[in-house]
């Protein structure tokens, strides 16, 4: 497996944001009542991650130590606004339904923490691949989850009615708060089997540390360096 495919099995199996680092929890949980929903989301998040890390790593001997974070706020925001944009010219019913949690992108902790690091690190190619990776991992975890919600909730699968037909009644809490919970808990649940079948292989899952949980001891960021 070479680098580049390594990166995009990281970010869609071993180090899934969703089901194994558990980040962008307010996006999965909040946006999650429908298939579409789930998916447009995702792939939002998809485009801005790639072209973040892409412009950070490209800028990233350029852009001053103490100013870094910042900068990466900048970069990140510029292009959530260029997607927000977009996305009301071109999607607006997907654009109205998913409403303040596409300028939330900004803030979402997966982009920061990728640029953070690995894409203030490494070169624009892998920081690139690295972003679609992660990117598809969050968004194969919206899009499952909404599919789920909106089947049980709805009896429907991307709009489209496939149980109401069949006699079926849509069960409520799936479509509201609650049913996300409930939705994540098993999927998780379901990661974590797969997680320790691969650790019997001895091919252990990821687990979170450094920025993302606060860990500087196995982190290898330079705001680690600064606080040893």
Sequence with gaps: ?????????????????????????????AVTTSAINGLGMGLSTTVVLVFANLLISIFRKKIPDGVRI??????????????EFLMKAYFQA????????IPLIVVNC?????????????????????????????????TCIGIIRE???N?????????????FTPI??????????????FLVAGMNIVR?????KGKPLAKPSGCITGDCANCTSKCADEKK
Excluded: Q, W
């Design 1 to 29: 497996m070479n680098k580049y495919t390594e990166r995009l099995f990281n970010g869609i199996i071993k180090e899934n944001p969703t089901f194994v680092l558990m980040l962008g929890m307010c996006p999965t949980l």
């Design 155 to 167: 009896g429907s699968f991307f709009d489209m009615p496939i149980l109401t037909d069949l006699g």
């Design 110 to 142: 997966i982009i920061l923490g990728r640029a953070e690091s690995y894409a203030s690190k490494n070169g624009p190619v892998e920081s690139m691949f690295d972003g679609i990776g992660m990117g598809l991992g969050f968004t194969l975890g919206l």
């Design 172 to 185: 409520a809490t799936f479509a509201r708060a609650p049913g996300a919970f409930l939705v994540l808990a």
């Design 151 to 153: 089947v049980l909730g």
């Design 70 to 83: 910042p900068a990466f706020i900048v970069i990140v925001a510029s292009l959530v606004t260029i997607v």
């Design 196 to 200: 320790k079948k691969m650790d019997e």
């Design 94 to 101: 997907l654009s109205d339904s998913l409403g303040v949690y």
